[in-house]
C-alpha cells in the first residue's frame, strides 16, 4: 500500500467521525510520528509503498480513531505554541485558541518587563492541565518566574513531565481556586491567567461526542445555574493577588462575552478588553487592576 492509498483508507474509514480535511490532518498527524515524515514529505513521496511494519502501526492507529479516541491521546503526544508536549486523557489536549491567548499574553508583557525592575515578572497559571499555557510563557519569556495550579494530581504529573521536557522551570501546586485556602496566597502577581472550566451543561450536545467521551469533564463543564463560577472566584484571587497594574487573562465561552466583561467590570477591573479567536468568535478578556 502506497502513501496516498492509506491516505484514502484514513479519509473512508473516518468519515462517520471526521470530514475529510480533518481525516487528512489526522493521517498526517499519524505519519508523522510513525514515519517522522512532514506534510512536504508526504507530498513527494505519495507513491512510496510502507513497509508492513509501519503499515501495521498506522492501521493500529486508525482501528483506534475508529473508536473515537483523538489522535493527540493515541500518539500521547502534541504541539502547542510550536512545543511538543505530552499528552493523555488526565489533561484536556491544548486548543489553538488558547495559542492566541499566549500570543497576546507574550506581547502585552513585553510593556511590563519594559518597566525598570530587579525582580523578575511573577506569572501564575490558573487550572494549567498538560502546563501549557505556563510553559509556552515560560519558554518565551525566560526572565519571568510562573507558577501554575491544578486541581487534579494527575493533571500535574503530566505538567511537571512537560516543563522537563521543554527544558523549562515552572512552579507546579495542587489547589482549588474555588475553596479559600490556596496554597499560592500571598504572592503579588504582575500576571494571572486562566482557561477554567467553561463549557455548559446545556452545551454538551453541541460538542463533538469525541471530546465528550475522551477528554476529562473536570476541565471542561460547568453548570448552567452557575457558568461563570471559575471567573468569579479567580476574579476575586486576582484582585487581591495582583500587583497594581497587573494584569489578568481569560479564555471565555464565545456566547458569554458580555457577561464575563460585565462580572469584571463589577469586580473593579479596569481597561477589560474582549478579543475574537481567529474564527471570530468571543475568545479572551484582558484587564487591568
Ligand atoms: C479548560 S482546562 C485548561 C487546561 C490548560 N490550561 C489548557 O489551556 O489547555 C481547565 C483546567 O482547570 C482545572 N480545574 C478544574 N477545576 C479546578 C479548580 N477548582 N481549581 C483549580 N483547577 C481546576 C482542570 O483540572 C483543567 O486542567
Redesign the pocket.
Known sequence: MTLKDLANKFITSLNAIYDEDEAQTIYLIALEHVLKYRRADYLLKKNEVISTEKLNKLEAILTTLQAGKPIQYIIGETI?YGLPFKVNPS?????PE?EELVEWIISASNSLLQIPNSQPLTIL?????????AIALKKNLPNTKVSA????KD?LVTAKQNAILNEVEVEFLQ?????SQYAIRNTQYAIIV?????VTENEKSSIHENVIANE?H???FVSNDNPLI?YDAIADFAFTNLMPNGLLFF?INEYLGKQTVELLNHKGFINIELRKDMQGKDRMICCRK
Open positions: 502547542f489533561v484536556l489536549i491544548p486548543r488558547t497559571d490558573i487550572g494549567t492541565g498538560s502546563g501549557c499555557i495550579i491544578d486541581i487534579a493533571s489547589d482549588d481556586i474555588l475553596k486562566s482557561n477554567p472550566p467553561y476529562p473536570r476541565a471542561l471559575f479564555e
